[in-house]
């Protein structure tokens, strides 16, 4: 059957040493029971073996494609960027080298995006650390709710690896690759393209299940405290006040979902 570029979900994972962990992530992508994608991979100059374990999948099946990178970027948000310039269908899904997927989720969010007649989607998530520990009971039906601007300044609520969304809001809302926003650039993009295309709709369902790692950048609460003031700081109309209070209800928003409901 031919697909067309509109039907058709381009998934832009960025990799970095991640040999280890890849493989489990790609084959989450395999077990879609949505077909039509295509999945870039954007290597950011691994000095480990995660290009030829990219290279063994793509061997085999053709919708996966494997980027090398000539020089290192130091942060995501570049590869994210090259991706999406090298996508061939009209939609965009991200999805972190170590992150795995519920094998319905494309096929769940493109059902919910096709209804609700939106260009913007992502949904809830949940921690791990043991991937053989995970389980994928079947989902029947979903619900969803609406992520506004202001919820999103408030605390961030959309998860990267599990946002599919108009590849023409990608084009129009690339992420910043200025190293002072590594770490921050996906929250940073998703405000931008809220404040200017409406909601996003969030499928109440865990359908990305997010790696937990030791050291990891994310996991820093003073690093990730200060990227986010910056981030108001210098977002247009946003006041030195209002930048404190949103980092303060991002903090304590992220206390209660990561540390208590272990997810979001």
Not at 22 to 36: P, Y
Request: aromatic share 10%; glycine share 6%; net charge positive.
């Amino acid at each position: 059957m031919n697909v067309t570029s509109a039907e058709r979900v381009s998934i832009i994972t960025p990799s970095y040493n991640a040999e280890k962990l890849i493989g489990r992530t790609i084959q989450s992508v395999l077990d879609q029971t949505f077909s039509a994608w295509e999945m870039i991979v954007v290597d950011d100059c691994s000095t480990d073996g995660t290009r030829e374990v990219v290279q063994g999948y793509a061997s085999k099946d053709p919708r996966i494609k494997l980027v090398a990178l000539p020089q290192n970027k130091g942060a995501p948000a570049a590869p994210r960027n090259v991706g999406v310039s090298q996508a061939t269908g009209d939609w965009i899904a991200f999805l972190d080298a170590d992150d795995i997927w519920h094998p319905q989720k494309l096929e769940l969010q493109m059902l919910a995006l096709k209804r609700e007649g939106a260009a913007f989607s992502c949904s809830q998530m949940k921690d791990f650390t043991d991937d053989r520990l995970l389980e994928f009971p079947p989902v029947e039906e979903v619900g969803y709710e609406r992520v506004s601007f202001c919820k999103q300044q408030w605390k961030g609520r959309i998860p990267t690896s599990s946002v599919v969304l108009n590849r023409a809001l990608m084009l129009k809302f690339p992420f910043n690759e200025d190293i002072r926003y590594k770490a921050v650039e996906d929250y940073h993009c998703w405000l931008r393209i809220l404040q200017s295309t409406g909601d996003s709709i969030k499928l109440r369902y865990p359908l990305l299940s997010y790696r937990r790692i030791v050291g990891q950048i994310s996991g820093s609460k003073k690093y990730m405290l200060e990227r986010m003031y910056m981030v108001h700081r210098e977002y247009p109309g946003t006041s030195p006040l209002k930048a404190v209070i949103f980092t303060l209800t991002h903090a304590l928003g992220g206390f209660y979902y990561r540390i208590l409901r272990k997810g979001l």
